[in-house]
């Protein structure tokens, strides 16, 4: 277990370092708590295999190596701004499986979910990004064993009839000082939301 933590860690890290170098028109938010970005990316990281977490660590140091930027090619495919250079049909694979499970937690925990992305490509605004649009842009940046690595791994967790997103989200609720998902759900029904990391 501890190995899997380092290697979450040094994934993380690596993105972080490119995550604050992204060319950006004003200050984000977000690049001012690197310890909420570092929380939320270890949460999706958590159901993926250790086969799949060393592939995208073989990715980012290779991109590393070539001066890639894999954020700033994520977030300029999530605003459309340049074209897709991944077209590999495991992407759209991933994608449906990943959305099907960010539905179910909707419709779960609605008053938790209220203030995530919105789901479909279809509800993108110059003020929001959905989730599918995010997820794709960041897949595309993934190499293609890395992509198939991760099918397999969700492929597993929807043969066993484990929602994925609520594994994730199960991670970061603890990481923010909740019991359950459940027990965020109910603070936020009563409004009472436990301050972000």
């Known amino acids: 277990m501890a190995d899997r933590e380092k290697l979450m860690d040094?994934?993380?890290?690596?993105?972080?370092?490119?995550f604050l170098s992204v060319p950006a028109d004003g200050d984000y938010r977000c690049r001012q708590y690197p310890d909420s970005f570092r929380l939320h990316?270890?949460?999706?990281?958590?159901i993926w295999s250790d086969d799949t977490l060393g592939s995208y660590l073989h990715?980012?140091?290779?991109?590393?190596k070539e001066g890639k930027n894999l954020m700033t090619i994520k977030y300029?495919?999530?605003?459309?701004?340049?074209?897709?250079?991944?077209?590999?049909?495991?992407?759209?694979?991933?994608?449906?499986?990943?959305?099907?499970?960010?539905?179910?937690?909707?419709?779960?925990?609605?008053?938790?979910?209220?203030?995530?992305?919105?789901?479909?490509?279809?509800?993108?605004?110059?003020?929001?990004?959905?989730?599918?649009?995010?997820?794709?842009?960041e897949l595309e940046t993934y190499s293609d064993n890395t992509l198939s690595l991760l099918h397999r791994d969700l492929r597993n967790l929807a043969e066993k009839r484990m929602n994925g997103s609520e594994l994730v989200y199960d991670y970061l609720v603890k990481g923010?000082?909740?019991?359950?998902?459940?027990?965020?759900?109910?603070?936020?029904?009563?409004?009472?939301?436990?301050?972000?990391?």
């Open 176 to 197: 923010l000082g909740y019991g359950s998902l459940e027990e965020a759900e109910q603070a936020q029904k009563k409004n009472k939301p436990r301050s972000n990391v």
């Open 41 to 46: 990316r270890k949460a999706q990281f958590s």
């Open 10 to 18: 040094r994934i993380v890290e690596s993105e972080l370092r490119m």
């Open 59 to 64: 990715d980012l140091q290779g991109a590393e």
């Open 76 to 137: 300029a495919r999530m605003d459309d701004l340049i074209p897709r250079e991944n077209s590999n049909p495991l992407i759209d694979r991933i994608a449906e499986i990943q959305y099907r499970w960010q539905k179910e937690l909707f419709h779960t925990y609605p008053h938790f979910m209220a203030g995530a992305r919105p789901l479909s490509e279809d509800d993108d605004s110059a003020l929001k990004t959905s989730f599918e649009t995010y997820l794709k842009g």
